[in-house]
């Protein structure tokens, strides 16, 4: 009998492992191909609001590493959101922390 619980509690373990480990790599795909498909839009317009700025053009090595440092920071971004919400929604209530950070 108890080895019949070690071998249903060892399968159990594995699909847990396996559903976990295909579902945190579908999410971190999908997050990926969210912030890869606008590329060339944040790129030009990261370059516009550089010409704009100072009159000349952001050269293409530099518009690379903006853009470089888009995509690593995207994540922290979302880390910090997730890991404020919480106090926020304990401190303001839920309705007034959904609409305090939101720009007018």
Known sequence: MRALRRLIQGRILLL???AAGIGGTFQFGYNLSIINA???HIQE???ETWQ???GEPLP????????SLIVSLYPLGGLFGALLAGPLAITLG???S?????AN
């Open 16 to 18: 847990t492992i396996c």
């Open 94 to 96: 839920r309705p007034t």
């Open 52 to 54: 704009a700025r100072t």
């Open 98 to 102: 959904k609409y305090c950070c939101i």
């Open 38 to 40: 606008p590329t060339s």
């Open 45 to 47: 317009f990261t370059n």
């Open 60 to 67: 293409d090595h530099l518009v690379l590493l903006m853009w």
